[in-house]
C-alpha cells in the first residue's frame, strides 16, 4: 500500500499561536489530499478537500480562515491552525489519492493540544 | 445523502470466537465500499475496496462481502491482535470529488 507520513505526530501550543502540520505522500503523487478532524471515540469529520496548485474546499461549518490549507505540490500538503484555542485540540488525521478512483490513503495522525 | 451506519458499536469476542461486523449504506450510486483499521492514537489503515454486489476479499483472518445494501467483515478466530476499531466508508459515484462518507465504527475486542 501508499504511504502518507504526518508531521509532528504531537504538538503542544499555548492558546492564540499558530500550528502547522505537514502531510506527505512518500511513494506516490497525490493529485488530491483531504484533512479531517476526530474527537475521542467519535468518525473522521473530513474539514477540507484539496488539489495541488488549486485552493482547498472547505466543508460546511469550517472556518477557512482558521484552518488554512496549501497543496502546493503532489507530495506535500499543510494544515495551519491560526490563532489556535483549547476546543481546536483535537487529532487531525491527513488523507492522500492518486486519482479520483483511487483509494484513499491516510496519515498516522497529528495529536494537538492547545493550553 | 450518503449515510453509512454500523453494528455494532463495540463487540467482545474471545480469542478464537468468529463474529461478523455489519455496514449497511445508502448512496445514490456506490462506485466503491472501503474498510479500514484504526489502532488508537493511530490514523486508519487500508483493509479492502468492494465494489460491486456479490464481490469478496479476504486477507488473513478477515473476508469483507458486498450487497446491494450492506457489507460485512467477517472475522474467522480472531487473536488479540486483530482489536482495534473497524471503519466503513462509501464513495459515490458523482458528488464533490468523491469524497469518502465514514460510518462512526465498530470498536472490537479480542480477549486472550
Known amino acids: 500500500g501508499a504511504v502518507v507520513s504526518q508531521h509532528p505526530s504531537r504538538v503542544i501550543c499555548k492558546s492564540g499561536t499558530s500550528v502547522k502540520i505537514e502531510c506527505r505522500s512518500l511513494d506516490f503523487q497525490a493529485t488530491t489530499m483531504f484533512w479531517y478532524r476526530q474527537f475521542p471515540k467519535q468518525s473522521l469529520m473530513l474539514m477540507a478537500t484539496?488539489?495541488?496548485?488549486?485552493?482547498?474546499?472547505?466543508e460546511q461549518g469550517v472556518e477557512k480562515d482558521k484552518f488554512l490549507i496549501n497543496h502546493a505540490s503532489l507530495t506535500l500538503s499543510t494544515l495551519t491552525v491560526t490563532s489556535a484555542h483549547p476546543e481546536d485540540s483535537s487529532f487531525y488525521i491527513c488523507?492522500?489519492?492518486?486519482?479520483?478512483?483511487?483509494?484513499?490513503?491516510f496519515g498516522p495522525g497529528t495529536r494537538l493540544t492547545v493550553l | 445523502e450518503d449515510q453509512v451506519t454500523q453494528s455494532p458499536e463495540a463487540l467482545r469476542l474471545q480469542e478464537g470466537e468468529s463474529s461478523s461486523l455489519n455496514c449497511s449504506y445508502t448512496v445514490s450510486g456506490l462506485r466503491g465500499l472501503f474498510w479500514y483499521r484504526q489502532d488508537p492514537g493511530k490514523g486508519p489503515e487500508f483493509l479492502f475496496t468492494?465494489?460491486?454486489a456479490g464481490e469478496e476479499k479476504e486477507k488473513e483472518r478477515l473476508k469483507a462481502t458486498l450487497t446491494k445494501k450492506e457489507s460485512f467483515l467477517h472475522i474467522t478466530a480472531p487473536k488479540p491482535e486483530d482489536s482495534a476499531t473497524y471503519l466503513c466508508a462509501v464513495q459515490a459515484t458523482s458528488g464533490s470529488a468523491r469524497q469518502l462518507t465514514f460510518g462512526s465504527g465498530t470498536q472490537l475486542t479480542v480477549l486472550p
Open positions: 484539496s488539489n495541488e496548485g488549486s485552493k482547498a474546499t472547505y
Open positions: 488523507s492522500a489519492r492518486r486519482g479520483e478512483t483511487d483509494t484513499q490513503y
Open positions: 468492494l465494489y460491486s
